[in-house]
């Protein structure tokens, strides 16, 4: 998650660009290899708590970030970052 931080910065990491602040896009691992990393680590953490958390509980929470990650591919550009040019 550190590294997340360092790349993003703090408006990026909580979503500046929804409140106007002008976020540049990153291409830096993770995120130019995984698509929404940010997502797709919290589903592996979560997987990695199956040992002593019920199965139900952590699927209900996974299909709450599947589903934030469609939401959030079907939203309007315009309110995402902008690759810089």
Do not use: N
């Not at 590294?3 to 106007?20: A, D, H, I, P």
């Not at 139900?56 to 970052?81: K, N």
């Amino acid at each position: 998650m550190r590294r997340v931080y360092q790349l993003l910065g703090e408006s990026g990491t909580y979503y500046g660009v929804r409140f106007g602040r002008s976020i540049p896009w990153v291409t830096e691992f993770p995120f130019g290899y995984v698509k929404d990393p940010q997502y797709v680590g919290s589903i592996m953490s979560l997987l990695a708590c199956l040992s002593w958390v019920p199965f139900q509980y952590i699927l209900l929470w996974c299909l709450g970030y599947v589903f934030m990650i469609h939401v959030e591919s079907e939203e309007d550009p315009s309110t995402r970052a902008k690759p810089l040019s």
